[in-house]
């Protein structure tokens, strides 16, 4: 009998993993079922409880030759059964079909008899897979993509296709010549001369999605990206162009407008395209960036310490005496010996660059420049800071953050330290303990810009170093408190949270309460807010693919609801139905989205016929259909969008089915090749028998156009309705760093920034916002016309003047809590009642209801008949009964509100478009920055512009608000699939074996201005993105079935709510906007902005708290255990570092040879390992291997070393897919806390 080889991996808890190889030996001689004895397979079983009665188990089947057969994810499905991902191959061997996932009766861990057939049986169709038509040729490069699906099958025209090839002459590749000079240890480029590259000398790529748009990459002999080109019409393409130095640095990005100019202007590259329409950067004689320019801002410099560390950044603002500090000065980051950010602040000094970095070159005493704790505190600002002020700078400081790690400072206001909680013995920082919090933040101190109140966070940890309170007193005193019940797998069973906006105020006490199937899927989230009776938020139900099913929303009747949301998806996880407005029954709200199928008029506005609503394929919606039940006889309304070549929204055309012709609340809009908006027209409701037109505005941008600054807009409509008409329009205000100052036109004369370039007064019509931001960007104040809202932990304070409430008692005048969040809505404090919330796709709240007379249903408006006899016969009338929906509100494309009805007499609760908070100027809050819908852009840059530089870093949404969002103001989400888009053409929508960008960690901030990690993606049709590099091809077919799905399981981005969130204060976090480290064309590996680095380039910078906590529905975040192994004869200080238990990438101690450090996975899986990046693997054994050189010595020659072990989250780790073969995991900056294992070549691991 052939011997089978199989690996047995069984996890005690949630990601830790004991390994043991078994060769011919059968499997453990007990009454559990066993894997198919035949078959070579390997077995993970992960413990979701205690005792073992709940667990996640799966095999992977291989054939004889090694490679993937079936995936089984043992009774992984809400009714327990197996779901099996089949692995088929070709004559040839290659994996040309990926297979979707099926579920089947459970085999009890045995191989599954599903084949092709039974899936696309199951799931109705001929193609249930994703198919690639491969190069015939050694390299097997993917010429076509099928995805699952009729509509996107082979042969059906709906397909991607990808085509290699050289540049012809008639492609017209502008080659840019640059010349440099070192000036003061610094390469200055510029662009003298334009020409054209020759023939075939440079890679073709041309990739075409389902709906036939193309994208062009050229790329160099170096493999450096030149052009992106997004064709537009035979006559017209958006040419995006990356000029690079002698050196390999990216020193311009010349964006499609540049480029447009350029050619205008004779080929003549002038310092003023460059400056309004151009990335430029400029580096040291040790490649790190120095200075950079963004269009339209003024330029941005960077300092830094011996050990590559940035220490200093400067923006435009801060060189003027009009920013939060009224000095010209610095913003600092000051680390401790182990490279983590321990405060940051301003520093007063009017230097240039270079001196400041010779101050930090000549530094003598403390060449190392790292701070220390010390007993004896600096003071700040009524603080205390219990460090030294030895690195650079040592004086003319204002501190506006610190972070405390390893033990708990000492303060007068620190509150008790819990000795348990849910009877779990908390985590105290005696070194001399067995455990303690060494290597744990415990402690951050936060700020406020516009006033000198601080704000203090606590963690608490229990004996696993899982975070399981939190304590955060707020600047005026109050508090708020969780203590969070954590099971054996991590997830929350309760959440207590205590809240106190004053120290004098009484508590308010809200216990959460949440239940899980076998799988750890979330079933029922219960909310009590103090003696309250117990409210039911949600009960979940899904399908056997795991998506959501059904939701019961509100009430206090178990299996029950106020309302049952039912949500329907199509065959690439696409929804589809939110409930069914063409039959609403007991629904209040339905919603219908399509893609591929069009019902309504196709020319909407017979006046344009080349705006035509046809079907797509490639993502973009085609239309949305909703009906409301708030009103007798509401009919079906309809959207119908239509797309420009370049995935930009050319037009929205509302449809009334009683009258669908009308071309009601209608948008349209024309763009530059920037995507700046050119032209925007706009209708409302028919006024006269006909819809009238409100707006048809002209944009004009500063310097003749030359630029993606707004100077002012024209109205050639004479109404107030939408954007205002103004006869003369003004030109609009910036400051130095592109930000709005005055739109004199809307009545804004006035808007001041602090130095994050958040908004701390507008003054509009003579009337004044004022807001209050803590140092890590979260607002906790707003005062309009002298009444107040407080932001406190999510608890939301307002205002409230004398006036009788419905139930006849009196509010009382002052600050009351209003607001409680929830993630389906919020709890009225005032009203003492939960409202709740039906959203769309985008998010954007369409309906607001309650049980207000509290019989556990909620009804719309009903028409009652009262009919009566009279002499004359019998005589009717009809009168409408107001139902328990609050408001209803439609939206533009953009954004406006239009249809908007409120029965409520008050509505504390104004966040709508995408959930964020309507001001009363009428821009919405994103967190980042504010929007403009009636003008569809951003007023401040985004201070995350170069992930997408072919856009303008004004443009809201890509330019298809149908599709994408912003979260925070800082970087574009596809709704389609709920993950991040980089804005890449290529490299987004080619997937390559199951790898490609989506799976990449990206950094940014949540609605609360924390820093959290999530995913990157770039998939189809994501509204005409940048550039990205050809994807890379992996080695080995058969990979999607090793890695796809667990990936999936990884770094699927779930929709949250928007509960209270608790995390300690980001203190690092100082987002002066200024991105270090290489600097790579979009769509490619995306790189850490500078406020990521601050908060900071050590992973200890990110932290909060890793619960649900405070009204988020609890996801529990998947584990993974990785092992690295190190050798006494590593490079530099690697082994004294994992003597410490810590890793620190290479690119972090010593500049890299091109990059420095690098992003690159494949350069860092080489020779070049200068990245931000330490690796780390699955394999112990491998550890093992590397830490005693049996990687790479021979026999004989083997050395001592140290295996580090250590549990991440998912979300903080990505597989390398150039070193597959070494299980190989990347952690970006540096980890701390690993456990230390010695080992010698005589110590074999495991055996």
């Known amino acids: 009998m052939k011997k089978k080889n199989n690996i047995i991996s069984r996890g005690l808890d949630a990601g830790r993993y004991l390994l043991l190889l078994a060769s011919g030996i059968p499997f453990a001689a007990t009454a559990q079922a066993v894997p198919t004895p035949s078959e070579n397979y390997t077995y993970t079983q992960v413990y979701l409880s205690e005792d073992g009665s709940r667990k996640a188990e799966s095999v992977q089947y291989f054939d004889d030759l090694g490679r993937p057969r079936q995936s089984v994810q043992v009774k992984a499905t809400p009714l327990g059964r197996d779901l099996v991902v089949p692995v088929v191959y070709d004559a040839l061997g290659r994996q040309t079909k990926s297979l979707l996932p099926v579920p089947v009766p459970t085999a009890n861990l045995g191989i599954q008899n599903v084949s092709e057939n039974s899936v696309?049986?199951?799931?109705?169709?001929?193609?249930?897979?994703?198919?690639?038509?491969?190069?015939?040729?050694?390299?097997?490069?993917?010429?076509?993509?099928?995805?699952?699906?009729?509509?996107?099958?082979?042969?059906?025209?709906?397909?991607?296709?990808?085509?290699?090839?050289?540049?012809?002459?008639?492609?017209?590749v502008k080659k840019y010549s640059v010349t440099h000079s070192w000036q003061n240890a610094t390469a200055v480029s510029s662009l003298p001369a334009v020409s054209f590259y020759n023939e075939k000398v440079l890679a073709k790529t041309t990739a075409t999605d389902e709906d036939g748009h193309q994208t062009v990459e050229f790329k160099n002999g170096l493999g450096q990206t030149v052009l992106v080109r997004k064709v537009i019409s035979s006559a017209e393409n958006a040419d995006t162009y990356y000029v690079y130095n002698d050196y390999g640095h990216l020193v311009y990005v010349i964006s499609p407008k540049a480029s447009q100019m350029i050619a205008t202007n004779g080929n003549t590259v002038t310092q003023q395209i460059l400056n309004h329409l151009c990335y430029q950067y400029r580096y040291d004689h040790r490649g790190r960036l120095v200075e950079k320019k963004l269009p339209g801002k003024g330029s941005e410099f960077m300092v830094y310490d011996k050990q590559d560390r940035l220490v200093l950044s400067q923006d435009a603002v801060l060189r003027t005496t009009t920013n939060s500090f009224n000095a010209k000065g610095w913003m600092f980051?000051?680390?401790?010996?182990?490279?983590?950010?321990?405060?940051?602040?301003?520093?007063?000094?009017?230097?240039?660059?270079?001196?400041?970095?010779?101050?930090?070159?000549?530094?003598?005493?403390?060449?190392?420049?790292?701070?220390?704790?010390?007993?004896?505190?600096l003071s700040q600002n009524g603080m205390d800071i219990y460090y030294t002020k030895n690195a650079f700078?040592?004086?003319?400081?204002?501190?506006?953050?610190?972070?405390?790690?390893?033990?708990?400072p000492s303060y007068s206001f620190n509150p008790a330290f819990p000795a348990t909680i849910y009877g779990k013995t908390v985590l105290t920082d005696q070194s001399s303990a067995p455990v303690s919090t060494r290597t744990l933040p415990v402690m951050t101190l936060v700020k406020n810009i516009e006033d000198h109140g601080w704000t203090k966070g606590y963690v608490y940890y229990d004996q696993k170093a899982r975070a399981i309170g939190s304590h955060s007193i707020n600047y005026l005193g109050g508090y708020t408190r969780t203590e969070s019940d954590l099971d054996f797998a991590g997830v929350p069973l309760q959440v207590v949270t205590r809240h106190k906006r004053l120290a004098s105020d009484p508590e308010k006490t809200i216990?959460?309460?949440?239940?899980?199937?076998?799988?750890?899927?979330?079933?029922?989230?219960?909310?009590?807010?103090?003696?309250?009776?117990?409210?039911?938020?949600?009960?979940?139900?899904?399908?056997?693919?795991?998506?959501?099913k059904s939701k019961k929303v509100g009430g206090k009747i178990a299996g029950s609801g106020l309302q049952t949301v039912d949500y329907s998806y199509n065959i690439r996880g696409w929804?589809?139905?939110?409930?069914?407005?063409?039959?609403?029954?007991?629904?209040?709200?339905?919603?219908?989205?399509?893609?591929?199928?069009?019902?309504?008029?196709?020319?909407?506005?017979?006046?344009?016929?080349?705006?035509?609503?046809?079907?797509?394929?490639n993502g973009n919606i085609a239309e949305v259909d909703w009906k409301t039940a708030v009103s007798p006889n509401e009919p079906l309304k309809r959207y119908g969008y239509v797309y420009d070549p370049v995935n930009r929204l050319s037009a929205g055309f509302y449809q009334n089915d009683t009258n669908p012709s009308l071309r009601e609340f209608y948008e349209k809009a024309t763009y530059d090749l920037n995507g700046n908006i050119s032209t925007m027209k706009r209708t409302a409701r028919k006024m006269g028998g006909t819809a009238l037109l409100i707006d048809h505005l002209t944009y004009q941008y500063e310097n003749d156009g030359s630029s993606n600054r707004l100077q002012k807009v024209s109205d050639a409509v004479t109404l107030s309705q939408g954007f205002p008409y103004t006869a003369a329009p003004s030109d609009i205000g910036y400051d130095e760093n592109g930000n709005i100052t005055s739109f004199q036109d809307k009545g804004i004369s006035s808007i001041q920034y602090n130095y994050l370039n958040l908004p701390e007064n507008i003054t509009q019509n003579s009337e004044v916002t004022a807001y209050t931001y803590r140092a890590d960007g979260v607002k906790v104040k707003k005062l309009f016309n002298g009444l107040e809202t407080d932001y406190l932990d999510g608890f939301q304070y307002k205002f409230t003047h004398t006036w009788e409430a419905p139930s006849g008692a009196m509010a009382g005048e002052g600050m009351k809590l209003r607001i409680i969040p929830t993630p389906e809505g919020?709890?009225?404090?005032?009203?003492?009642?939960y409202f709740y919330h039906y959203k769309d796709h985008l998010g954007n709240v369409r309906l607001t209801y309650s049980d207000a007379d509290g019989n556990n249903e909620v009804t719309g408006d009903i028409v009652v008949n009262n009919c009566y006899d009279t002499p004359d016969g019998q005589v009717c009338n009809n009168y409408i009964v107001t139902g328990e929906a609050e408001g209803v509100t439609d939206y533009y494309p953009f954004g406006m509100m239009h249809n908007s009805e409120y029965h409520n007499f008050e509505n504390p609760y104004q966040y709508n478009y995408n959930g964020k908070e309507l001001q009363e100027n009428g821009m919405y809050d994103y967190g980042a920055r504010f929007y403009m819908p009636e003008l569809g852009r951003w007023g401040v840059v985004d201070p995350m512009a170069e992930v997408s530089r072919r856009f303008s870093p004004y443009v809201y949404g890509n330019n298809n608000p149908v599709r994408f969002t912003d979260p925070d103001g800082r970087i574009t989400v596809d709704n389609l699939s709920g993950q991040y888009s980089l804005g890449s053409a290529v490299a987004g929508f080619i997937k390559r074996n199951g790898f490609d960008d989506s799976h990449l960690p990206l950094l940014y901030s949540d609605d609360s201005g924390i820093m959290i990690m999530t995913t990157a993606l770039g998939d189809n049709g994501e509204g005409g993105g940048g550039s990205g590099p050809t994807p890379q091809n992996s080695t080995g077919p058969g990979l999607v079935g090793i890695f796809t799905n667990f990936i999936a399981g990884l770094f699927t981005k779930k929709e949250k709510g928007a509960g209270i969130k608790t995390y300690l204060p980001g203190a690092a976090v100082t987002r002066v906007g200024v991105q270090v480290g290489p600097l790579i064309p979009e769509g490619a590996v995306p790189f850490?902005?500078?406020?990521?680095?601050?908060?900071?380039?050590?992973?200890?910078?990110?932290?909060?708290?890793?619960?649900?906590?405070?009204?988020?529905?609890?996801?529990?975040?998947?584990?993974?255990?990785?092992?690295?192994?190190?050798?006494?004869?590593?490079?530099?200080?690697?082994?004294?570092?994992?003597?410490?238990?810590?890793?620190?990438?290479?690119?972090?101690?010593?500049?890299?040879?091109?990059?420095?450090?690098?992003?690159?996975?494949?350069?860092?899986?080489?020779?070049?390992?200068f990245?931000?990046?330490?690796?780390?693997?699955?394999?112990?054994?491998l550890a093992y291997d590397f830490a005693t050189g049996n990687a790479f010595y021979e026999e004989g020659n083997k050395i001592p070393g140290i295996i580090l072990t250590k549990q991440f989250r998912a979300s903080e780790v990505v597989p390398n897919p150039h070193t597959l073969g070494e299980n190989e995991w990347l952690i970006p900056g540096v980890v701390y806390g690993a456990k230390i294992e010695y080992v010698s070549p005589q110590k074999r691991i495991g055996k």
Do not use: C
């Open 120 to 172: 696309n049986t199951y799931y109705g169709v001929s193609n249930a897979y994703t198919e690639q038509k491969l190069e015939a040729s050694p390299l097997a490069r993917p010429l076509e993509i099928a995805h699952p699906g009729t509509e996107w099958a082979m042969g059906s025209g709906h397909t991607q296709k990808i085509g290699y090839g050289l540049n012809k002459n008639a492609d017209q």
């Open 333 to 377: 980051t000051k680390y401790d010996q182990f490279g983590r950010v321990v405060y940051t602040g301003f520093f007063a000094n009017t230097g240039t660059r270079t001196a400041m970095q010779a101050a930090l070159n000549g530094m003598a005493v403390n060449a190392g420049n790292n701070e220390a704790r010390s007993g004896t505190p």
């Open 393 to 408: 700078p040592t004086g003319s400081m204002t501190i506006m953050s610190v972070s405390y790690y390893d033990t708990y």
């Open 511 to 548: 216990t959460e309460t949440f239940t899980y199937d076998h799988q750890n899927r979330l079933l029922t989230h219960r909310h009590k807010i103090d003696s309250n009776p117990e409210e039911i938020l949600a009960q979940n139900e899904y399908n056997e693919l795991s998506q959501l």
């Open 575 to 617: 929804m589809t139905r939110i409930n069914d407005p063409g039959n609403l029954g007991t629904d209040l709200f339905g919603y219908k989205i399509k893609y591929g199928q069009v019902e309504g008029l196709q020319t909407p506005d017979t006046s344009d016929p080349s705006l035509q609503v046809i079907p797509r394929f």
């Open 826 to 833: 919020y709890f009225d404090v005032l009203r003492n009642r």
């Open 1088 to 1169: 850490l902005s500078f406020d990521t680095l601050l908060a900071g380039i050590t992973r200890a910078g990110l932290w909060s708290l890793p619960l649900i906590l405070k009204g988020d529905t609890p996801e529990r975040e998947q584990m993974i255990t990785l092992y690295r192994g190190v050798s006494v004869e590593a490079k530099g200080a690697m082994y004294f570092y994992a003597s410490q238990g810590v890793a620190i990438p290479r690119g972090f101690e010593q500049v890299a040879t091109t990059w420095g450090p690098h992003h690159d996975m494949e350069a860092h899986a080489g020779s070049d390992n």
């Open 1171 to 1181: 990245s931000i990046w330490t690796s780390w693997t699955t394999s112990k054994d």
